[in-house]
């Protein structure tokens, strides 16, 4: 039988893997059109997974501690604030891949780079020491159960809205 948390586990290496990439394109030495071409299919790969991944944890996995550990409200609003960062700080990094200007401004991408690899990072563990504990500790196996099934319904759900 497959584990509760599987599917978000998976997502977290996933983005790991990407995060990675990202970490090896920010120390690289490559020509800056090099690089902003690899930042770019960076950008178009691990836009949707994020995306997938944050919409699970807050349609899903939040809601579910919340009901099980309604203490835990103010841990659960902030990974749902970093959330938020996260998406703004991946808008960041792609604008200043992604923008009009014909040379790469590296100092500005770079630091764009960084600070989302640091949110992600530090989102992660939180999300680990706070809230995977928790439910892992605290509920029933039929409950773990509906819990990953509600991550598969999450994920089929999104796919067709991208349809």
Do not use: Y
């Not at 690089?35 to 950008?43: D, E, K, N, S």
């Not at 994020?50 to 835990?72: I, Y």
């Not at 099934?149 to 999104?158: E, T, V």
């Amino acid at each position: 039988m497959e584990r509760w948390d599987t599917q978000v586990r998976k997502d977290h290496e996933a983005l790991e893997a990407q995060v990675g990439a990202l970490r090896a394109v920010l120390a690289t030495d490559a020509g800056t059109e090099d690089r902003r071409a690899t930042l770019q299919r960076f950008i178009r790969a691990i836009g949707p997974d994020l995306e997938l991944h944050l919409r699970k944890e807050e349609e899903v996995l939040f809601p579910a501690l919340q009901k099980l550990a309604p203490e835990k409200g103010d841990a659960i609003l902030f990974l749902k604030e970093q959330h938020g960062q996260l998406r703004t700080a991946l808008r960041q990094l792609a604008g200043s891949v992604c923008g009009c200007e014909p040379e790469l401004n590296w100092k500005e991408t770079a630091h764009a780079g960084q600070k989302f690899v640091d949110l992600l990072e530090e989102h992660e563990k939180k999300e680990e020491q706070l809230l995977i504990r928790v439910l892992e500790i605290s509920l029933k196996p039929n409950e773990l159960i509906e819990l990953a099934h509600g991550f598969h319904q999450m994920a089929w759900k999104i796919f067709r809205e991208g349809l």
